[in-house]
């Protein structure tokens, strides 16, 4: 079972936060489908978002993963994915990408587009 106890806290608190190191292991060993969220400090609503984004992963806890990795630290993910703009939610299940939503949106919103990505 994949975890993410020695993945570090990030600008949501409650969401652990990838690397470029740890990103790829991680997406590709998961068990439950994962949300990567794309965000960086500078971002207002990737603020905005990470606080939806940490309520849907506390309702959904072992349903799927939400995680974050910081653009500014790690730009060569974002490129790899060409993430144009914060936030970027990636939405991986196998390892592969699956999805995609580009800039923040309202929690409802959110999980019912969620819902329509993975099903």
Request: net charge negative.
């Amino acid at each position: 079972m994949t975890t993410t106890s020695n993945i570090a806290p990030t600008h949501a608190p409650n969401l652990p936060s990838l690397s470029a190191a740890t990103f790829d292991e991680f997406v590709r060993s998961a068990e439950l489908p994962v949300i990567v969220d794309l965000w960086a400090e500078w971002c207002g609503p990737c603020h905005a978002l990470s606080r939806s984004l940490e309520e849907i992963a506390a309702e959904r806890i072992g349903t799927l993963v939400i995680v974050s990795l910081d653009t500014d630290a790690h730009p060569d993910v974002a490129r790899r994915y060409e993430a144009l703009s914060v936030p970027t939610m990636l939405f991986f299940r196998d390892g592969e990408l699956v999805g995609r939503l580009v800039g923040a949106r309202p929690t409802r919103r959110l999980a019912a587009d969620i819902d329509a990505i993975f099903g």
